[in-house]
């Protein structure tokens, strides 16, 4: 089946610091999704990218959708305490409306 | 607007006991869909529904598990028997979803099984 290579697993940043994680794949994407998942919860939408080469914001956080529908970035800047979570990709394909998930980048801030 | 609720949150029982959960999505939407996340893993999708009708089920292990979603609405996610590796949560989503197009997806909060 289809596999997302996340990376990177972990990462422990100071406040204040800009983040960058990513997703890469074998196959084409027709959408590529971010989600933040806190302890005990389900995971929670960020980003939603429709379209090759699609650079969206919301706040803090910034994802593009790859030219090639094989890959996703996601940076946070000026990263806050409460920014720390398990970040997972998810890339969806058009017609089976099946989602692949990433294994999750673990964000540890340190104030 | 109310999210999508699950219940119980937290269910722990022993092998070869059944258990049930059970899953009311974001009103309006029409597709369902149940996941199992296993520790340190991404959410795999088990079964979506669009509506009533089971359109994926290809991933759920249907010697043991089973779903429904009457009316289209509320669904529930069946183990019997429960295994170990059962143990795991398992997160329920829903979207509004056109024909062709991909969809978004919002997640409950998951009920948490541990098989003992």
Redesign the interface.
């Known amino acids: 089946g289809q596999q997302?290579n996340?990376s990177p697993q972990s990462m422990f940043i100071q406040e204040g610091e800009d983040v960058s994680m990513n997703c890469t794949s074998s196959s084409i994407f027709?959408?590529w999704?971010w989600?933040k998942q806190d302890p005990?919860?389900?995971?929670?939408?960020l980003i939603?990218l429709?379209k090759a080469g699609e650079l969206t914001s919301n706040g803090r956080l910034t994802a593009q959708f790859g030219i090639t529908r094989k890959d996703s970035f996601l940076n946070i800047s000026a990263s806050i305490p409460s920014d720390v979570g398990i970040y997972?990709c998810?890339g969806?394909?058009?017609?089976?409306?099946?989602?692949t998930?990433?294994?999750?980048t673990q964000l540890t801030v340190n104030p | 607007e109310a999210g999508?609720v699950?219940s119980p949150r937290y269910k722990i029982i022993e092998k070869k006991q059944p258990v049930a959960f059970w899953c009311n999505p974001i009103s309006g939407h029409n597709?369902l869909y149940w996941y199992r996340q296993n520790l340190?893993?991404?959410?795999?999708?088990l079964i979506?529904y669009e509506n009533e009708e089971a359109v994926?089920d290809s991933q759920l292990p249907k010697d043991r598990f089973s779903a429904e979603r009457l009316k289209g609405v509320d669904s529930t996610l069946k183990i019997q028997p429960a295994e170990l590796g059962d143990s795991a949560v398992y997160?329920c989503?829903s979207?509004f979803?056109l024909a062709?197009?991909?969809?978004?997806?919002?997640?409950?909060?998951?009920t948490?099984l541990t098989v003992l």
């Open positions: 997302l996340q027709n959408t999704l989600y005990g919860e389900g995971p929670v939408l939603a429709y997972f998810a969806g394909t058009a017609s089976g409306s099946r989602l998930f990433g294994e999750g | 999508v699950q597709t340190g893993q991404g959410p795999e999708l979506r994926d997160l989503a979207s979803r062709g197009l991909t969809d978004t997806q919002y997640f409950g909060p998951g948490r």
